[in-house]
């Protein structure tokens, strides 16, 4: 039975890679921070199944220790400070634990066991400003944030150490994919959550910022088999994710007011609270060398992604009334 850890487990994509792993016969340890209340919400449901174990990004031996211990086949690191907003409040520790956490992962890997694949989760968010349209494996990084810029280093540290100790380190260069388990600040929660509670009643408007910001949103579902599939190639080489389809955040708000038979006009209101500093207009991937090399495609489409939050939300929020 091949053993992997991963860390993150407890949020949106670490949930949903545990499940995958499980199905094709893993063992799965999953890495948490300690904390004074517990989060594993989204792995409640499989927690008979995995194993839990305690670590941080911030410390080097726990990080040594948990590889010791278990001497996985596999490192899945989708442990990060993942919100954008955050990282211009605490630009720091952004950078020790999404830029820094990846080297003490890797310098964890390379002095317990280097036989290790090491998988890192990357970001369409280096792209930022982006320099082409699409964005693909060697189009140059601009990154726009604090946190784009821990990913940056993220990302090469993760080529260097491929480079220079010859490990099986590869970096997934995700566009946005969402899910009903998206953490609720996200914008496409956000949205499906504010429409929930708009329909049932409860609130009569949704607060948000820059509505012409545009994205490649995909299904958190598909994405996590394209990390899997990056850890079992023959050579280790960094890919896209992203469905090569952009749409704003103001289409977003259309399909989905439009899903519970709502005009997202009369409700959206526009606040200079939820404005960045410094914003990423416009992404859109060229997921071909995934296709071709992997045949990874995504399965879930924009609108089916739209239907099924809001559909998840409304039920969501309807138990918690009731
Ligand atoms: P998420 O829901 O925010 O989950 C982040 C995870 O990191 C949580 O389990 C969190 O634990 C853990 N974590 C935070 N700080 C930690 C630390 N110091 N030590 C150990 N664990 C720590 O993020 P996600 O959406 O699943 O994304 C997974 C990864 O992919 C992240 O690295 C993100 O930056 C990257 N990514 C995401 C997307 C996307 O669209 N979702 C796209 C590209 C890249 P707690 O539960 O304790 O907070
Ligand atoms: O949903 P978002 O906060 O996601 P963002 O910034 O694209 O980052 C996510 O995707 C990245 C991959 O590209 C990940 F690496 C990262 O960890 C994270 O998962 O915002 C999307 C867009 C932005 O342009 C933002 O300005 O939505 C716009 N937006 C408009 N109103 C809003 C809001 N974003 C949020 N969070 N809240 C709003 O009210």
Redesign the pocket.
């Known amino acids: 039975m091949p053993r992997a850890i991963i860390?993150?487990?407890?949020?949106?994509?670490?949930s949903y890679l545990a499940e995958f792993l499980l199905n094709k016969g893993y063992e799965v340890i999953g890495?948490?921070?300690r904390?004074s209340t517990i989060?594993f919400e989204r792995v409640h449901h499989i927690q008979d199944a995995i194993t839990i174990v305690q670590?941080?990004?911030?410390d080097q031996s726990s990080l040594v220790d948990v590889i010791e211990q278990y001497r996985p086949e596999e490192v899945y690191?989708?442990?990060?400070?993942?919100?954008v907003p955050t990282s211009w409040n605490q630009p720091v520790l952004t950078g020790e634990?999404?830029a820094l956490?990846v080297t003490r992962l890797l310098e964890a890997i390379r002095l317990v066991n280097p036989e290790t694949r090491f998988y890192q989760?990357?970001?369409?968010?280096m792209f930022g400003k982006a320099v082409e349209v699409p964005q693909r494996e060697t189009t140059p990084f601009y990154p726009r944030s604090p946190?784009g810029v821990a990913?940056v280093y993220g990302h090469w540290i993760t080529v260097n150490y491929r480079e220079s100790y010859d490990l099986f380190a590869v970096s997934g260069i995700?566009?946005?994919?969402?899910s009903p388990r998206?953490?609720l600040e996200f914008v496409t929660r956000k949205i499906s959550h504010g429409v929930a509670r708009i329909k049932l009643g409860l609130v009569d408007s949704l607060r948000l910022g820059n509505l012409e910001a545009r994205r490649d949103w995909g299904y958190?579902g598909d994405y996590v088999e394209g990390m899997w599939l990056m850890l079992q190639n023959a050579t280790p080489k960094d890919y896209v994710l992203g469905t090569g389809e952009t749409h704003s955040v103001r289409e977003f708000c259309e399909v989905a007011f439009r899903h519970v038979g709502l005009d997202y006009d009369k409700y959206v209101v526009q606040d200079q609270r939820y404005y960045r500093p410094a914003e990423v207009d416009l992404l859109v991937a060229d997921p071909s060398r995934a296709q071709t090399e992997l045949g990874w495609k995504p399965k879930v489409n924009f609108q089916e992604l739209v239907s099924l939050m809001v559909e998840s939300d409304l039920k969501l929020v309807s138990q918690e009334v009731r």
């Open positions: 860390t993150g487990i407890t949020g949106q994509d670490g890495m948490v921070r904390s989060t670590g941080d990004l911030h690191n989708l442990a990060a400070q993942s919100f634990v999404t956490g989760a990357s970001s369409s968010e946190y990913k995700l566009f946005n994919h969402e998206r953490g958190a």
